[in-house]
C-alpha cells in the first residue's frame, strides 16, 4: 500500500466530512501545517440579522485548524480536537468566509493550532473570528474527527 501524500490524505478525510458537505464548504489550499477552508454564505448557514451563523464559522475554523494538523502527523494516526476556544471579533459577512488554519506547535500527543476567519468582500479581508485549538493525536485513525 503506498503513503499518501498530507494534501491528499487531508482531501480524501475532507470529502468524508458530512457537516462540511451540509455547510457548503471547500478546501482552498493544503499546504504543511496550514489548511485553508472556505464557505460561501446563504440562507442555510445564516442567523436571524443575516450574517453567518457562529456555529458555522466555529465549524470551519475547527476543521481548518484540525486539518492544518493533521498534515503534520504520521502515517496511521489521525486527530481529534480536544478543545477549543474561538473568539467572535465581527459579523461574518460577504461573499465568501475563509477560514485559514496553522499549527502553532506540533507534538507527538498534543498540537496547538489557530485558525484566522476572514469575510472576504470586493477583494478585501476582513478577521471576523480567531480560534486557538489543542488537537490529540490518535492512532490508527487517519483522519479527523470530533
Known sequence: MTEQTPDARVRASFDKQGLMRTLGATLDAVSPGAVAIALVPGPA????????????????????????????MPPGAGVLTAEFKINLLAPAAGTRILARGRVVKAGRTLTLAQAEVFAEDDGREKLVALLTATLMAVQGRDGVGD
Open 45 to 72: 448557514v445564516s442567523q436571524q440579522h443575516g450574517f453567518v451563523h457562529a456555529g458555522a464559522v466555529s465549524a470551519i475554523a475547527d476543521s481548518a485548524a484540525g486539518y492544518a494538523a493533521l498534515t503534520l
